[in-house]
T-cell receptor, first 115, second 115 residues
Framework: AQSVTQPDIHITVSEGASLELRCNYSYGATPYLFWYVQSPGQGLQLLLKYFSGDTLVQGIKGFEAEFKRSQSSFNLRKPSVHWSDAAEYFCAVAEGNTNAGKSTFGDGTTLTVKP | KAGVTQTPRYLIKTRGQQVTLSCSPISGHRSVSWYQQTPGQGLQFLFEYFSETQRNKGNFPGRFSGRQFSNSRSEMNVSTLELGDSALYLC??????????????FGPGTRLTVL
């Protein structure tokens, strides 16, 4: 069965600093990977996704993620964090690119941004 | 296009009652998935409906059920409510087109409180 691990429950960064959120997945075949962001009381917004092609994926709001098959990782990065980025971030994996409707999520990482 | 809508947004019920939640997908989307989000268990997949048929199912008891109508709108029902059913219930829709990469879009969720 597929699984996702987000090792960091909570991360605090200063505004303007760089950010990296870690995600490790377990899946036997080619994974279909996602990063979502959730603000308090809201649904999930898709930041970016990866299935194939260039392993460095660009998303919305200045985020990017790099797929590393050898490390089973899909870490999310942003070069300069803004106060509005404070939220909870979820990494997810689905069984193939046509089955996103059954995704397995990590436990999430809460990002706090210090002024 | 309008996004995924969920009704009601907030609901308070007592133990033993039943509840029905509704989800209207993005126009043209044929798949609807349901997730339960709680602080202790995180985001867990409930089930997915596609063309009025349940395509995938998570590990939840039979008290949790769903259906999808011909216009792709979906409802989920929880019978004999327990305190532990208090959660944010998220609905997500996706297009599911042949040969294209699937992407889920989430609604704002229904916050269910069981007293």
């Amino acid at each position: 069965a597929q699984s996702v691990t987000q090792p960091d429950i909570h991360i605090t960064v200063s505004e303007g600093a760089s950010l990296e959120l870690r995600c490790n997945y377990s899946y036997g075949a080619t994974p279909y990977l996602f990063w979502y962001v959730q603000s308090p009381g809201q649904g999930l917004q898709l930041l970016l996704k990866y299935f194939s092609g260039d392993t460095l994926v660009q998303g919305i709001k200045g985020f990017e993620a790099e797929f590393k098959r050898s490390q089973s990782s899909f870490n999310l990065r942003k070069p300069s964090v803004h106060w509005s980025d404070a939220a909870e971030y979820f990494c997810a994996v689905a069984e193939g690119n046509t089955n996103a409707g059954k995704s397995t999520f990590g436990d999430g990482t809460t990002l706090t941004v210090k002024p | 296009k309008a996004g995924v809508t969920q009704t009601p947004r907030y609901l308070i019920k007592t133990r033993g009652q039943q509840v029905t939640l509704s989800c209207s997908p993005i126009s043209g989307h044929r798949s609807v998935s349901w997730y339960q989000q709680t602080p202790g268990q995180g985001l867990q997949f409930l089930f997915e409906y596609f063309s009025e048929t349940q395509r995938n199912k998570g590990n939840f008891p039979g008290r949790f059920s769903g259906r999808q109508f011909s216009n792709s709108r979906s409802e989920m029902n929880v019978s004999t409510l327990e305190l532990g059913d208090s959660a944010l219930y998220l609905c997500a829709s996706s297009q599911v087109s042949q040969g294209s990469t699937d992407t889920q879009y989430f609604g704002p969720g229904t916050r269910l409180t069981v007293l």
